[in-house]
């Protein structure tokens, strides 16, 4: 008798590789905290913000109308308009529903959008430290990542002419994230304008992530659809995820052109056929009646990135800077460990505090740890706590 051996496609197989160094340290967080030890969590991007409860009883009275059935492929009517009023509210460009498709998460729209604009083996620019999360779309779609550093002692800011010059003949995409998630990086309605002119001179396709858009502390965000002069090579993704606490939700969205916007439909056409009606109407409302319980949560975020800035300052060894926006602090651990990597090992072995390694975002971030702001000032305090005593006695094993 001979053995079945399953075979599996390129996509799976590029999926299924290493990516143990990203979570190394936050599994075994949890593998402590199941065993009853108090572990503090500072490595999620999830907000620990319960979704506001008037887009909970709308989602009910949706769900009470029979609101279950299949929806449009490119998504709801009420939430593209929702969308495109948004768009047009601030930007010199008026934005219309065709030019909108909803997704199922902002990490789906990415994957659609990509699949969408690139084949197996062309190149993709993306600036780091960036999000984890796009490691694995880029594998599954087997493109060549190419990474422009945002160096540590300019705050990870971005720099046009670097993002400019690594720009080569085989560059398909770039793809920035802004505000960007680990650093809280911004760029500029100036950098925007000139990279998108770049890249359509170019001929290149220039994607913006802006899951953080409503999470800024120090100015305004400024979509690249409002700063691009042109909008024919320009993709902006967006979602619920973070601005309304509705990350379970599931609920993201690109913004195109008309070419573009008809192969997004195709695509989810054909992979999703469709997000849940009353989901999509509960993120109508969501965005139509949001002012209050957005402001509320990004004034909580910044409270809790005063405190976390303010207690690191005054740790010997510690530094970090005040970022502008996003629910991330970035703290520079050079000076008391080899790595980003070996502090934080050492941090949860002495004092059970979970924080990322900025490593797996990027090279840049290599000497730094990613605090979250999601979690309530008075774990916030007690992390800090222990952080300071771990920096401070002679407990220390960072380095
Ligand atoms: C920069 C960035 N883009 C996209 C996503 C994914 O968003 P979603 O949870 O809606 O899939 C995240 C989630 O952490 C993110 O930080």
């Given at each position: 008798?001979?053995?079945?051996?399953?075979?599996?496609?390129?996509?799976?197989?590029?999926?299924?590789?290493?990516?143990?160094?990203?979570?190394?340290?936050?599994?075994?967080?949890?593998?402590?905290?199941?065993?009853?030890?108090?572990?503090?969590?500072?490595?999620?991007?999830?907000?620990?913000?319960?979704?506001?409860?008037?887009?909970?009883?709308?989602?009910?009275?949706?769900?009470?109308?029979?609101?279950?059935?299949?929806?449009?492929?490119?998504?709801?009517?009420?939430?593209?308009?929702?969308?495109?009023?948004?768009?047009?509210?601030?930007?010199?460009?008026?934005?219309?529903?065709?030019?909108?498709?909803?997704?199922?998460?902002?990490?789906?729209?990415?994957?659609?959008?990509?699949?969408?604009?690139l084949?197996?083996?062309e190149e993709i620019l993306i600036?780091?430290?960036?999000?984890?999360?796009?490691?694995?779309?880029?594998?599954?779609?087997?493109?060549k990542m190419k990474?422009v550093?945002?160096?540590?002692?300019?705050?990870?800011?971005?720099?046009?002419?670097?993002i400019v010059?690594a720009i080569g003949d085989d560059t398909r995409v770039v793809m920035?994230?802004?505000?960007?998630?680990?650093?809280?990086?911004?760029?500029?309605?100036?950098?925007?304008?000139?990279?998108?002119?770049?890249c359509?001179?170019r001929g290149i396709w220039l994607?913006?992530?802006?899951?953080?858009?409503?999470?800024?502390?120090?100015?305004?965000?400024?979509?690249?659809?409002?700063?691009?002069?042109?909008?024919?090579?320009?993709?902006?993704?967006?979602?619920?995820?973070?601005?309304?606490?509705?990350?379970?939700?599931?609920?993201?969205?690109?913004?195109?052109?008309?070419?573009?916007?008809?192969?997004?439909?195709?695509?989810?056409?054909?992979?999703?056929?469709?997000?849940?009606?009353?989901?999509?109407?509960?993120?109508?409302?969501?965005?139509?009646?949001?002012?209050?319980?957005?402001?509320?949560?990004?004034?909580?975020?910044?409270?809790?990135?005063?405190?976390?800035?303010?207690?690191?300052?005054?740790?010997?060894?510690?530094?970090?800077?005040?970022?502008?926006?996003?629910?991330?602090?970035?703290?520079?651990?050079?000076?008391?460990?080899?790595?980003?990597?070996?502090?934080?090992?050492?941090?949860?072995?002495?004092?059970?505090?979970?924080?990322?390694?900025?490593?797996?975002?990027?090279?840049?971030?290599?000497?730094?740890?990613?605090?979250?702001?999601?979690?309530?000032?008075?774990?916030?305090?007690?992390?800090?706590?222990?952080?300071?005593?771990?920096?401070?006695?002679?407990?220390?094993?960072?380095?």
């Amino acid at each position: 008798m001979t053995n079945y051996s399953p075979r599996f496609s390129q996509l799976s197989e590029a999926l299924s590789g290493d990516d143990a160094n990203v979570w190394a340290v936050s599994d075994r967080a949890h593998e402590l905290a199941d065993q009853g030890e108090d572990v503090i969590f500072l490595c999620v991007g999830d907000p620990n913000f319960d979704t506001p409860e008037p887009i909970l009883d709308y989602t009910r009275a949706r769900l009470g109308v029979g609101r279950t059935h299949y929806s449009p492929d490119a998504g709801e009517p009420v939430l593209r308009r929702a969308i495109a009023n948004i768009e047009s509210k601030v930007s010199p460009h008026p934005c219309s529903p065709d030019d909108v498709v909803v997704f199922p998460g902002g990490t789906n729209a990415i994957y659609a959008v990509l699949a969408c604009l690139l084949n197996p083996g062309e190149e993709i620019l993306i600036p780091e430290p960036m999000y984890i999360g796009y490691v694995p779309i880029c594998d599954a779609l087997r493109l060549k990542m190419k990474k422009v550093a945002c160096p540590a002692d300019n705050n990870f800011a971005f720099d046009v002419d670097d993002i400019v010059a690594a720009i080569g003949d085989d560059t398909r995409v770039v793809m920035i994230n802004t505000p960007v998630n680990p650093t809280g990086a911004m760029a500029t309605p100036e950098q925007l304008r000139e990279l998108a002119a770049h890249c359509r001179e170019r001929g290149i396709w220039l994607v913006c992530d802006e899951m953080y858009s409503m999470i800024t502390f120090a100015r305004r965000h400024t979509s690249l659809r409002t700063a691009a002069e042109h909008l024919d090579n320009v993709v902006v993704i967006d979602g619920l995820s973070k601005s309304h606490a509705m990350s379970g939700w599931r609920l993201g969205w690109a913004v195109a052109q008309g070419p573009l916007v008809e192969r997004l439909t195709q695509f989810a056409g054909a992979t999703i056929f469709g997000c849940p009606q009353f989901i999509q109407e509960a993120a109508a409302f969501a965005l139509e009646f949001d002012t209050y319980f957005v402001e509320q949560m990004r004034s909580a975020y910044q409270k809790r990135r005063d405190l976390i800035v303010e207690r690191i300052g005054r740790i010997p060894g510690l530094s970090c800077y005040s970022p502008d926006a996003g629910m991330f602090v970035m703290v520079d651990v050079s000076r008391v460990a080899d790595s980003g990597e070996a502090f934080a090992e050492a941090l949860l072995d002495a004092e059970r505090v979970s924080v990322l390694p900025g490593a797996p975002f990027g090279a840049s971030a290599a000497n730094h740890v990613r605090l979250t702001l999601a979690a309530e000032e008075g774990e916030l305090a007690r992390a800090l706590d222990r952080i300071e005593h771990f920096v401070t006695s002679g407990n220390r094993r960072a380095s």
